[in-house]
Structures are given as structure tokens and as C-alpha cells.
């Protein structure tokens, strides 16, 4: 995606490794408060970590089909 940087995060104690997602609000034409907010109200809703343009995806205690559903979030709320 455009106006997006994702790398890994990994955490010593590994509870919120993950994805750290972080927001170009000039490119992309919403903040990353925006792009959190939208994730939670969505159907499934998407709980992250974050503040200002990044916001953290945990992998930790995804369970089997998990993992699509929150791309697919990701990819909805993203690319409108």
C-alpha cells in the first residue's frame, strides 16, 4: 500500500510482537488515531496498539483463520 510503512516489532517477552503499521496522514488522508478507530468499528473489529502515525498488530494469540480476517480489516479500512 502507498503512504504505509509496516516492519516487525518484536518484544523481548514476545506478548506483543508483531507488525508495527505506521501512517503517512499527508498521502493517505487519515491519521493513524483515524485508522485505529476504524479498525475497532469495523465487523470484525480490529483491537491495535497505538499512537500518533503507527499503531502495533499483536500475532501472539491469533488463532487459525485469525490472520486474514485482520489483513482483510487492515486492507478495507486502508484503501478507502
Avoid: C, M, Y
Avoid at 502495533?56 to 478507502?80: H, W, Y
Amino acid at each position: 500500500f502507498p503512504n504505509i510503512t509496516v516492519d516487525l516489532a518484536l518484544e523481548q517477552r514476545g506478548l506483543s510482537s508483531g507488525v508495527r503499521v505506521r501512517v503517512d496522514e499527508g498521502g493517505l488522508g487519515k491519521s493513524g488515531a483515524e485508522v485505529i478507530q476504524e479498525l475497532k468499528e469495523g465487523n470484525p473489529g480490529v483491537w491495535v496498539r497505538g499512537s500518533g502515525d503507527s499503531f502495533r498488530v499483536a500475532v501472539t494469540n491469533l488463532i487459525d483463520g485469525d490472520a486474514e480476517e485482520v489483513v482483510g480489516r487492515l486492507k478495507a479500512v486502508l484503501s478507502k
